[in-house]
């Protein structure tokens, strides 16, 4: 297993991002790849609860909507779990941090599955939300020492991959798994590809000195930066508008005249797949047109949920629209860790702390006014406020690059 220390040379922590053009050698691409393999491990088991509600509910005699609480949970805690891991672990390698966040994740899923009663299970989902959080809050600082600068879009799209697939396919498999050898079997299995995902970034990982000043106090200076400050905003106004329109999106499908199961089904697959592509794309783009991504993947998720909203009876429409919108969505991730980089290049731990922060109240606060929308005036305002909200983001993004 590698202990070496990092094999491919970067830029100083403080240096502009352009100035690295340093090719990157095989073995830091598999570290990155590494990473790539944590963040779907995590988020896969983030997702797991949602395909097995009712089994759980019922050896555990609890609700659907209580079980459902074990997704909740990994959210909430998600908020101050970012900043915390960044701001608590100040002078510990990181190749040993990154490595101690899988772990955690490895003994959450493991606690999950031999959990007699719903209160200990929910307590295990705890340290999983800290474990995801945590490790896509460093996931920048680190993969930023394992490339240079101008391979850093792409480098984060490989990492971010990660969601891309496990949003895709967590559910589905852990519907399929479910049913042929029980729900806590399933938990020990997202346990045991944990292990292998350990495995692999310590055989990967080169030693990863903690990045810029640590501590709470970095992090609070570095919240205050008034371009900081406006990339947080512009993330929960885009984030947030992509969730209030999202979390409704089967409703949003079901209004549409002449809707069947199947083709349900298969625009929420259209969506999936635009996403892992906006993913794959934005890379490249955010190493060489980032002022151009600012404005276009936010604009993606603006026309499509409005298109979406005004798209009556027409399924090819939807179609259309919701690709487009998947694609937007699919970008955002790594352009905004990637503006990032170039904001506060030599703070980018504290950067990352605010970044899973910001999305995490941004999934909440979306989720919460899409709600009242689609409850007070109907799905369709939720869409509509979730396009609007987006393009505000983009503006505030763009205003905050200016400065």
Do not use: C, K
């Not at 512009?234 to 499908?253: D, K, S, V, W």
């Not at 305002?381 to 983009?394: F, S, T, W």
Request: hydrophobic share 60%.
């Amino acid at each position: 297993m590698s202990t070496n220390t990092l094999s491919t040379p970067t830029q100083s922590p403080g240096a502009p991002p352009e100035v690295a053009t340093q090719a990157v050698r095989p073995t830091a691409w598999l570290a990155v790849v590494s990473l790539g393999l944590g963040i779907f491990t995590l988020v896969a088991s983030e997702f797991l609860p949602a395909s097995l509600l009712s089994p759980i509910a019922a050896e555990l005699g609890i609700t659907e909507g209580t079980a459902g609480q074990l997704v909740t949970a990994t959210s909430i805690i998600g908020i101050i779990g970012g900043p915390l891991v960044v701001s608590a672990l100040p002078r510990v390698n990181r190749r040993w941090v990154m490595a101690g966040l899988t772990t955690l994740a490895i003994v959450s899923n493991v606690l999950v599955a031999v959990s007699p009663v719903f209160g200990l299970m929910l307590a295990s989902r705890l340290l999983l939300g800290i474990a995801i959080s945590g490790f896509w809050a460093m996931s920048l600082a680190v993969t930023a020492q394992l490339v240079p600068a101008d391979r850093l879009g792409r480098a984060m799209t490989v990492v971010n991959t990660g969601v891309s697939l496990a949003t895709i396919a967590a559910v589905p498999a852990g519907a399929y798994l479910g049913e042929l050898v029980g729900w806590r079997a399933v938990f020990l299995l997202a346990a045991a590809a944990g292990v292998l995902t350990l495995v692999a970034q310590l055989a990967t990982l080169p030693s990863i000195p903690a990045s810029g000043a640590p501590g709470f106090r970095t992090l609070l200076q570095t919240a205050r930066i008034p371009v900081v400050a406006l990339g947080v905003l512009a993330i929960i106004l885009l984030a947030g508008g992509h969730f209030m329109g999202f979390t409704y999106l089967r409703p949003a499908f079901e209004a549409i005249d002449g809707i069947t199961p199947s083709l349900l089904a298969l625009l929420l697959m259209i969506f999936g797949v635009a996403s892992f592509i906006g993913n794959m794309v934005a890379g490249p783009l955010a190493d060489r047109r980032l002022p151009v991504l600012v404005i276009v993947a936010p604009a993606a998720i603006g026309v499509g949920t409005i298109v979406l909203a005004l798209a009556g009876s027409s399924v090819a429409l939807a179609a259309v629209t919701v690709f487009v919108w998947g694609v937007g969505f699919g970008a955002i991730p790594t352009m905004i860790q990637t503006w990032m980089a170039h904001v506060v290049p030599e703070r980018l731990e504290s950067a990352g702390g605010l970044i899973v922060a910001a999305f995490q109240i941004a999934i909440t606060i979306g989720a919460a006014v899409g709600g009242l929308l689609v409850d007070s005036v109907g799905v369709q305002a939720a869409l509509i406020g979730g396009g609007i909200a987006a393009v505000l983001g983009a503006g505030v993004l763009s205003s905050a690059r200016a400065r």
